[in-house]
Nanobody, 119 residues
Framework: VQLQASGGGLVQAGGSLRLSCAAS????????MGWYRQAPGKPRELIAG???????RYADSVKGRFTISRDNAKNILYLQMNSLNVEDTAVYYC??????????????WGQGTQLTVSS
């Protein structure tokens, strides 16, 4: 499984950005998938997940600001991020989640995409 996250960059606090995750081999529509992030000096954390049936779950830290979605035709997973703050600065990854929307992995993580939020 190859997962390529993209769309990160430098954004001012309060701004918005959309991340994309292009998947190969698997169909995002048929899998339970999520977005993770790892801030400097912190462990990787699951912040948003979506089941193949469309059920979603968010970490409290991003609830109400981030939205996970997918384009089945393009086989891409998205993360729309609004009202960004400096605490959102991290490397963002996409990967699997369990059907209960807890952390999982397809076995590899890829490079991720860096988001830096400036104050």
């Amino acid at each position: 499984v190859q997962l390529q996250a993209s769309g990160g960059g430098l954004v001012q606090a309060g701004g918005s950005l959309r991340l994309s995750c292009a998947a190969s081999v698997i169909a995002v529509s048929a899998n339970d998938m999520g977005w993770y992030r790892q801030a400097p000096g912190k462990p990787r954390e699951l912040i948003a997940g979506i089941t193949h049936g469309g059920r979603t779950r968010y970490a409290d830290s991003v609830k109400g600001r981030f939205t996970i979605s997918r384009d089945n035709a393009k086989n891409i997973l998205y993360l729309q991020m609004n009202s960004l703050n400096v605490e959102d600065t991290a490397v963002y990854y996409c990967n699997a989640v369990t059907p209960r929307l807890t952390a999982a992995t397809f076995g590899s993580w890829g490079q991720g995409t860096q988001l830096t939020v400036s104050s």
